[in-house]
Each structure stands twice: as C-alpha cells, then as structure tokens.
C-alpha cells in the first residue's frame, strides 16, 4: 500500500523559507518517481517539481527555478521542497504526488502520471 503524507508548511513573510517534507512508503524505488504541486484558491492545480529516486536529474517550473530545490533521502523515504525567496504568489496549498511506474518519456508534469497523492500542505506567504 502506498502512501504519502507532506508536513511543514505554515506562514511566512516575502523573502522568507520554508521547507516540505513528503514521507513516502511502500514504492519500488527502481520505478517511481515524485512530484510537488501547488493549487491556489480559484486556479488550477500547477505543476512545482520532481524528482526519481534514483539518478541525480531533477525538474522545475519556471516560476519557481532557481528559489525552490528538490532533495532526497531514500534511506528516509522522504522527498523534500525547499523554498527560498518565497513570494506572495507561491501562497498556495502544496501536494506531494508519486508516480509508481515512470514512462519513458516522463511527463514529469502532467498530474495523470501520478497515482498517489497526499493531503497537501498550506503554505501562506505575507506582503
């Protein structure tokens, strides 16, 4: 049985950090793969980062290249977002997702290429 539970989001002010945790349990490591979303009130839920858990490549959006970084301990399970240089705009409830039999090629970002979700996170960032 897989699942995923996230932990760590709160409130921050502009510029501030947060960091994210997903505990994944019960993947095949040498096949799956996680992903990090984000849904704000009214929008669509967007694609953040992801991650394999084996190899060293990972995947951003635009929006948030260069101030979000994805990490992993495999010894733990847990996937980790860490968030820099937070903006209002990253307000959002953030999920973590994991695709149990990655594709090749992987559409890293497409929400139907995972199969397990957790119950998401908030994270509010202040003006």
């Known amino acids: 049985q897989v699942q995923v539970v996230e932990s760590g989001g709160g409130l921050v002010q502009a510029g501030g950090s947060l960091r994210l945790s997903c505990a994944a349990s019960g993947l095949n490591f040498f096949s799956s793969a996680m992903g990090w979303f984000r849904q704000a009130p009214g929008k669509e839920r967007e694609f953040v980062g992801a991650?394999?858990?084996?190899?060293?490549?990972?995947y951003y959006a635009d929006s948030v290249k260069g101030r979000f970084t994805i990490s992993r301990d495999s010894a733990k399970s847990t996937v980790y977002l860490q968030m820099n240089s937070l903006k209002p705009e990253d307000t959002a409830v953030y999920y973590c997702?994991?695709?149990?039999?990655?594709?090749?090629?992987?559409?890293?970002?497409?929400?139907?290429?995972?199969?397990?979700w957790g119950q998401g996170t908030q994270v509010t960032v202040s003006s």
């Open positions: 991650i394999r858990w084996i190899g060293d490549s990972t």
């Open positions: 997702a994991a695709d149990t039999s990655v594709s090749w090629p992987w559409r890293y970002g497409l929400r139907t290429e995972y199969d397990y």
